[in-house]
Structures are given as structure tokens and as C-alpha cells.
């Protein structure tokens, strides 16, 4: 009888723990990805547009780009951190994002493996 996987993360663990899981990594991955809010962050991201403090995209860029509230932005980037789909760098009292490469070769590895 195959495991069961379980398709809620640990948010205690980071990307590198969450990604070593295998399926239930990649499912999170996925599941993170299936959320619009975090889809236009991650389009933001991905656009290339400076942010408002030049120097980086910040949480109040994202605040704007998505109209949301700063908490709920700060959830949103958790759970995209988490999946390894950004990166968090604080610098003095902001929290600065990229994207990172991982999360999204783990979904594309999975897609080509099993279609």
C-alpha cells in the first residue's frame, strides 16, 4: 500500500527541508502556486519592475501590487519561501524578495516526469 502523502506543509521547516520531501514538497510547491495572490506576486517578481525603495522588491511593494494588508502579504511570502519559490532577505528593518529557482524546477521536473 503506497504512503499517504500529506498535502499540508510543515511551515516551521524552510525550502530546503520542505523541497527534500519529495512528493509532498512538490505538492506543496503546487499548492502554493494555486493561490491568485501569490501568483501575482510571483508575476511582479518576475517583471523585473524596480521597487519603490530601488532597491529591491519590498513587502510595500507587494502591498500595492496586490492590495492587500502588510500581514497578509508577510503570510504570502511565507508560504512562497517556504515552497522555494522565493527568497527573504532582510535588510535593516524591511523584508526584501527574489525569486529562486528551485521550487519552480521541482514543479517542471514532476510535470515532465509523469506527462
Not at 4 to 12: A, G, S, V
Not at 21 to 45: N, S, T
Not at 74 to 97: D, F, I, N, P
Request: charged residues 15%.
Amino acid at each position: 500500500m503506497p504512503a499517504l502523502i500529506q498535502l499540508e506543509p510543515n511551515m516551521t521547516l524552510n525550502a530546503e527541508q520542505n523541497l527534500a520531501l519529495g512528493l509532498e514538497g512538490a505538492a506543496w510547491v503546487f499548492k502554493a502556486l494555486a493561490d491568485p495572490a501569490r501568483l501575482k506576486i510571483l508575476q511582479f517578481l518576475a517583471s523585473g519592475q524596480a521597487g519603490c525603495c530601488g532597491d529591491g522588491v519590498c513587502g510595500c511593494d507587494l502591498e500595492e501590487v496586490t492590495g492587500l494588508s502588510q500581514p497578509t502579504v508577510s503570510h504570502h511570502m511565507k508560504c512562497l519561501a517556504s515552497a522555494g519559490l522565493v527568497t527573504a532577505e532582510k535588510r535593516g528593518k524591511w523584508m526584501y524578495y527574489t525569486l529562486d529557482a528551485r521550487g519552480f524546477q521541482m514543479a517542471k521536473a514532476l510535470l515532465e516526469n509523469c506527462c
